[in-house]
C-alpha cells in the first residue's frame, strides 16, 4: 500500500544534529498525524493536525518541531534528541480529525539516536 | 490506568484452529473501535472496524459489548500468515487509544 508514505526509513542521529522526518498521504484525507511507538509500550500520539491546523499536541517536548504545509504533507523536526527518543515514528492520516474512521499509517522511521 | 488493556499473550496455537482475543476500553464516550495487524518492525495495518451488531470478514468476527466495554477478536481456521501483532483501538474524537497488543504465532 503506497496510501501514506514516510522517508527515511532509517534514521541514525546523534545529539547535536538536526533533522526532519517526512510524511505524504495520496488519499485524500483531511487529517494527519504523528506517533511514536517504543517496544513494549502502547503507540503514543504526538501531534494532530486537522485540515493543515493543529488541534492537538501531546505535551511532546519542544525537541520536536512538526510542520503541516497542506493536508497531504507533514514533517517532523528534530533537534538536539535524547537516547530515549530512539523508536518508530510513525504518521497517520484519516478521513477528518472528528469523523469516526480509522487510522492509515505510513512505513513508519526507525530513529535510533546515540 | 490503560485506557485499552489487551492481554499480551504470546498466543501459540497450530494452523487451523481457534483462536479469540479479548480487548477491554476505560473511556465509556469512545465512539468507534479497530482492530488492526502489525507485523514485526513494520507498520500497524488495519485488519477490520468494529460495530455494535458484530461484524465479519471472512475468517475473522469482531464483536463489540457497549455495556461491558469489550472487543473481540475471533480468528477461524488460522493460518501461517496470520502470525502478527494484533492492535485493539477505541477511538474519541481525534484520540486513538491502542492497546499494547497481543502476540499470536501460529504453528505448522
Known amino acids: 500500500e503506497t496510501g501514506v508514505t514516510q522517508t527515511p526509513r532509517h534514521l541514525v542521529m546523534g545529539m547535536t544534529n538536526k533533522k526532519s522526518l517526512k510524511c505524504e498521504q495520496h488519499?485524500?484525507?483531511?487529517?494527519m498525524y504523528w506517533y511514536k511507538q517504543s517496544a513494549k509500550k502502547p503507540l503514543e500520539l504526538m501531534f494532530v493536525?486537522?485540515?493543515?491546523?493543529?488541534?492537538e499536541n501531546n505535551s511532546v517536548p519542544s525537541r520536536f518541531s512538526p510542520e503541516c504545509p497542506n493536508s497531504s504533507h507533514l514533517f517532523l523536526h528534530l533537534h538536539t534528541l535524547q537516547p530515549e527518543d530512539s523508536a518508530l515514528y510513525l504518521c497517520?492520516?484519516?478521513?477528518?480529525?472528528?469523523?469516526?474512521?480509522?487510522?492509515?499509517f505510513g512505513n513508519g522511521t526507525r530513529l535510533t539516536v546515540t | 490506568r490503560k485506557e485499552v488493556e489487551q492481554d499480551p499473550g504470546p498466543f501459540n496455537v497450530p494452523e487451523g484452529a481457534t483462536v479469540a482475543f479479548n480487548c477491554t476500553y476505560s473511556?465509556?464516550?469512545?465512539?468507534?473501535f479497530f482492530w488492526y495487524r502489525q507485523d514485526c518492525r513494520k507498520e500497524p495495518k488495519l485488519l477490520m472496524s468494529?460495530?455494535?451488531s458484530g461484524n465479519e470478514d471472512g475468517r475473522f468476527t469482531a464483536q463489540l459489548n457497549r455495556a461491558s466495554q469489550y472487543i473481540s477478536l475471533l480468528i477461524r481456521d488460522s493460518k501461517l500468515s496470520d502470525s502478527a501483532t494484533y492492535l485493539c483501538v477505541a477511538r474519541e474524537g481525534n484520540q486513538f487509544y491502542f492497546g499494547t497488543g497481543t502476540s499470536l504465532t501460529v504453528i505448522p
Open positions: 468494529v460495530y455494535s
Open positions: 493536525y486537522n485540515f493543515k491546523e493543529q488541534t
Open positions: 497517520a492520516s484519516s478521513i477528518t480529525a472528528t469523523e469516526n474512521s480509522p487510522l492509515h
Open positions: 473511556n465509556s464516550a469512545s465512539q468507534s
Open positions: 488519499l485524500g484525507h483531511n487529517a
